[in-house]
């Protein structure tokens, strides 16, 4: 039913301009629509490779604990560096089967690192 749909990551953001700054200058993502047409939520949407992300403003924003979204990269540690150009700070975890070194951790064949935009919520890069 879905197989052949396009995924979105949808994203609650407090401050839209803010965001659109973030997920547009810092993170390089194409800026595609941007919806003001919903007074309380007004949106904007990005395009990333074939996905979309979704940044909308709600008093939600930030309040996950889990990833929101990820990046599939060919070369992580490329990436990491131009994000860290732009100012992206990657975290640093040590949890039971989670350790990170310099923002990196390797599960199995995967090498991912995460990061939080400006309303704190969880974004991830991963190499596979």
């Given at each position: 039913m879905l197989g052949n749909a396009r995924i979105a990551a949808i994203v609650p953001v407090s401050d839209l301009e803010r965001a659109i700054e973030f997920y547009?200058?810092?993170?390089?993502?194409?800026?595609?629509?941007?919806?003001?047409?919903?007074?309380?939520?007004?949106?904007?949407?990005?395009?990333?490779?074939?996905?979309?992300?979704f940044v909308y403003k709600s008093a939600a924003a930030g309040q996950g604990r889990a990833t929101e979204a990820g990046f599939v990269v060919d070369d992580l540690?490329?990436?990491?560096?131009?994000?860290?150009?732009?100012?992206?700070?990657?975290?640093?975890?040590?949890?039971?089967?989670?350790?990170?070194?310099?923002?990196?951790?390797?599960?199995?064949?995967?090498?991912a690192a995460w990061f939080k935009d400006p309303d704190g919520n969880i974004l991830a890069v991963e190499q596979r």
């Open positions: 547009g200058s810092t993170l390089g993502l194409r800026l595609i629509d941007q919806n003001a047409d919903i007074p309380d939520n007004p949106e904007a949407v990005f395009e990333a490779g074939d996905g979309t992300i540690d490329a990436a990491m560096a131009g994000m860290r150009d732009r100012g992206v700070t990657f975290e640093e975890y040590d949890l039971p089967g989670l350790k990170t070194e310099s923002g990196v951790a390797s599960i199995g064949g995967i090498r």
